[in-house]
């Protein structure tokens, strides 16, 4: 996909030079045990994990706030791990809690959701979330996802707690709402 924009977002691949703003967020102790990843100790774990999982992906993001220029956040599309279905893509988030509350990561899903169901092969969106995670549930019923069910004690962070996961999806026709 290409770069998007929304009213208060720029949504654009991620680059090098982005590691900086990247581990001011990924280094917060809520922003990365919320999403199931360890704090970030410093720069070069960031660098080495942008390596592997946000440069050169073509459905990965940065979210860049218009207000500050800086990237605040991530948001992409991958292959779902849970799901042998190649039209299924899972989405994926996490923001820096000083964004927290403002409505833009609900903003930003909405338009990765929807431009995705235009322009890539899928015909299901999934998301999962901690059950213990209020605000990203909040982020997934504001876009219209379904609640599929709890898969109990579903993921083992990395710290070793043992998490439910709770699964939701959206259907190509449905995106339509957006």
């Known amino acids: 996909m ?3 924009e929304t009213e208060r977002l720029i ?7 982005d590691a900086p703003d990247i581990f001011e967020y ?3 102790p809520e922003v990365g045990s919320a999403a199931g990843w360890k704090p970030h100790v410093n720069i070069g774990e960031t660098r080495s994990i942008m390596d592997d999982i946000f440069i050169g992906k073509e459905n990965v993001f940065g979210i860049v706030p218009k207000a500050s220029g800086k990237v605040a956040g ?6 779902d791990p849970h799901r042998s279905n190649p039209s299924v893509l899972m989405l994926g988030y996490a923001l820096s809690k000083s964004w927290w509350g403002k409505g833009l990561m609900t903003e930003a899903a909405k338009a990765i959701v929807s431009n995705a169901f235009r322009e890539l092969p899928i015909d299901t969106i999934s998301c999962t979330c901690y059950s213990t995670n209020s605000r990203s549930r909040r982020v997934i019923l504001k876009c219209g996802f379904e ?3 709890c898969l109990r004690r579903g993921e083992r962070r ?3 707690t043992v998490f439910d996961l709770e699964c939701y999806s959206m259907f190509k026709r449905q995106a339509a709402e957006l």
Do not use: C, T
């Open 26 to 28: 990924a280094r917060e």
């Open 147 to 149: 609640y599929e069910g």
């Open 74 to 79: 991530s948001i992409g599309l991958i292959p």
């Open 11 to 17: 949504l654009r691949h991620i680059v090098a030079s």
């Open 158 to 160: 990395y710290d070793g």
């Open 2 to 4: 290409k770069e998007l």
